[in-house]
């Protein structure tokens, strides 16, 4: 979402193996893979070291921040498709290093498959066959997509994408910010955009819940009035506002509406990341108040980040559970696969049961 993207000019991604303090705990599977060593880092210090991560980066690199738009990590039965990034912590020069999309297969090993001339930032990625769409660009970032054996990305949609890109059945959404403002359907069979329904104010952040499309609204960035939810059938039909919503301080991310009930992590006034759960036409309530970035949505279940580690809880929150050996870690990045968990911290990549 655009707004997080707006407050993460501090952060850096994607793409390595190391794990802060030398913690070597959590994580299920194998011993690394090759995508690289752990040992010295470009500072002249000890670089943090992963042995027990399923892949390994090479240092300065990282997996993945916890800004959509900034970093992307997803994982099918193939294997995961990831950006990279040098981090700041283990490089005083990250600016040298180009942007990268890597994979990891189910072994460990490490690919290149793009590495970028220092123009874009690829976020939101999504697994479709043997392509991967996703965001890039900067500040204005277009849908491109890219073949998963490597090469260069191709340009899809050449309007800025404000919300999105999703995917849902065999179709991808998203909507835009430039003067075609609206919700589009992509058609990947055959790379063609249609226009679902034009909109004048800002559209931060959608999902698709069933056959019902919904999307927040905003009078823009620095404004202070309330968010707005709208809902349309995707068969056609006029938008039909929900309920307005309270403003957050700087943010609203990993939005999704399941069953009725939307859920996302908001940056407070206190700069604290909280995770709140809203059933649609109720105020919404804060579920989780020290954690929330990045999120992941699995078959009734939500993982995230949080002080206590990786964390796992019922779409209820009735309950909370942490990921077993994630306790006191920096979570950088989360996605589900098939069969298990996987997450990184700095330049390691773990794969845990979920």
Known sequence: MRGLLVTAFFLVSVSGCSSDDGDNGGGAGGSGGSGGSSGSSPTGGAAPACDDAFAKLPVPYTANTSIDEWGGFVVDERGAVFSGIADGALTDDASSYPVTILSSDLDGNVATLYTDDGSSLFGNFILRGDSV???????????????????????????????GPILRGDSIYYATGGTARGLYRLDPETDTSTLLVAREDEIVT?????????????????????????SMPLEGGTPELEQSLPRAELALGSFRVIDGVLFG???????EIVVTRTPIGEAPTIVEDAGGAPMAYDNGFVYYGSSSGLTKAPLSFASKSTIPGTAGRSIYSIAVGPDDLWYSQLSCIFRAPK
């Open 206 to 230: 959608l999902d698709l819940d069933g056959d019902t499309l919904y999307w927040i609204e905003s009078d823009g960035f620095l404004e202070e009035t309330d968010y707005r939810l709208f």
């Open 133 to 163: 769409y996703m965001l890039a660009g900067f500040l204005s970032p277009k849908i491109a997509r890219l073949d998963r054996s490597g090469g260069a990305p191709m340009e899809v949609v050449d309007d800025a994408v404000w919300a």
């Open 265 to 271: 992590s908001e940056i407070n006034e206190d700069f």
